[in-house]
């Protein structure tokens, strides 16, 4: 069973600061997604990284896919209050697995 | 384009009742699945399928059942509701499986009392 531990599980902060999160596994992820989740709706693909050592930012956030392809990370510069959330990273391990594995999530709060 | 629409978005159930929860796609996706989403518990994988006429279960699919008729349409049924049933259920689809991202519905509330 594969498995994608994210870190931190809360994470609470101002609006204008830094942070990152991270997601990682003991098993090699073909790709990788990030999705947030706001309240109430489905989760929306933000991401997908493929390569090892994959760099894509999309305005202030930038992904990054480990060069072993086993964990990411989601750094955010200058959070804003709309970027509160939960963010779920989601691996597949290719071939004929046409399911993602899912991680619990990290829920961001940015406050005023 | 509507995307992925799930239907109701709230319902309670009284123990050992019954329900379909609805989903259905305009994007012409093969893949299809359900999900289960409690408290800090991630999202667990009920039940997919690849294509119309073909399904198999997730992690986590006792207590429910699942068809594909068409492409568009993919129903999840409650047999006996039970409490542990209380869930945030989402239906998702993607074009090409798991490497291609997914397209999720904005979920139904299911409280079973």
């Known amino acids: 069973t594969q498995l994608l531990e994210q870190s931190p599980q809360f994470l609470s902060i101002q609006e204008g600061e830094n942070l990152t999160v991270y997601c990682n596994s003991s098993s090699v992820f073909s790709s990788l997604q990030w999705y947030r989740q706001e309240p109430g709706e489905g989760p929306v693909l933000l991401v997908t990284?493929?390569?090892?050592?994959e760099v894509k930012k999309l305005k202030r956030l930038t992904f990054q896919f480990g060069d072993a392809r086993k964990d990411s990370s989601l750094h955010i510069t200058a959070a804003q209050p709309g970027d509160t959330g939960l963010y779920l990273c989601?691996?597949?391990?290719?071939?004929?697995?046409?399911?993602?594995?899912f991680g619990k999530g990290t829920l961001l709060t940015v406050n005023p | 384009n509507a995307g992925v629409t799930q239907t109701p978005k709230f319902r309670i159930l009284k123990i050992g009742q019954s329900m379909t929860l609805q989903c259905t796609q305009d994007?012409?996706?093969?893949?299809m699945y359900w999900y289960r989403q409690d408290p800090g518990m991630g999202l667990k994988l009920i039940y997919y399928s690849v294509g119309a006429g073909i399904t198999d279960k997730g992690e986590v699919p006792n207590g429910y059942n699942v068809s594909r008729s068409t492409t568009e349409d993919f129903p999840l049924r409650l047999e006996l509701a039970a409490p542990s049933q209380t869930s945030v259920y989402f239906c998702?689809?993607?074009?090409?499986?798991?490497?291609?991202?997914?397209?999720f519905g904005s979920g139904t509330r299911l409280t079973v009392v």
């Open positions: 989601a691996g597949n391990s290719g071939g004929s697995n046409y399911k993602l594995t």
């Open positions: 994007m012409n996706h093969n893949y």
């Open positions: 998702a689809s993607s074009y090409s499986g798991g490497a291609g991202g997914y397209t």
């Open positions: 990284v493929v390569t090892g050592g």
